[in-house]
Nanobody, 127 residues
Framework: VQLQASGGGLVQAGDSLRLSCVAS????????MAWFRQAPGKEREFVGS????????YYADSVKGRFTIFRDNAKKMVYLQMNSVNPEDTAVYYC?????????????????????WGQGTQVTVSS
């Protein structure tokens, strides 16, 4: 059971960046997926999530309207499209998964709600 995130890097404020996360070892289409991030010295925080079918998404207020999550179940991948980034978006970004058999996606915003985690990819936004 594994998640592998990639796509991070150094960008300038206002730029766009797309993160990717590929799953292996479990039936991806049966899992809700989420992105979290952790800035230096801060707690890991919820960024957004997407339901197993891709029809439902939730976002943190801090990224709503700028970030978009989408998934490709055939490729076992989930993406985080980041637009209009700013220095406050600087963090290590993690993808996470939880079985859809545990229930709906609504309210699943805590780290403890997810039981599969990737290793993280660093995003640094310069001003």
């Amino acid at each position: 059971v594994q998640l592998q995130a990639s796509g991070g890097g150094l960008v300038q404020a206002g730029d766009s960046l797309r993160l990717s996360c590929v799953a292996s070892g479990f039936t991806f289409r049966n899992y809700h997926m989420a992105w979290f991030r952790q800035a230096p010295g801060k707690e890991r925080e919820f960024v957004g999530s997407i339901g197993w079918s891709g029809d439902v998404t939730y976002y943190a207020d801090s990224v709503k309207g700028r970030f978009t999550i989408f998934r490709d179940n055939a490729k076992k991948m989930v993406y985080l499209q980041m637009n209009s980034v700013n220095p406050e978006d600087t963090a290590v970004y993690y993808c996470a998964a939880v079985s859809a058999y545990r229930g709906g996606l609504n309210g699943l915003t805590r780290q403890s709600d997810y039981h599969v985690w990737g290793q993280g990819t660093q995003v640094t936004v310069s001003s």
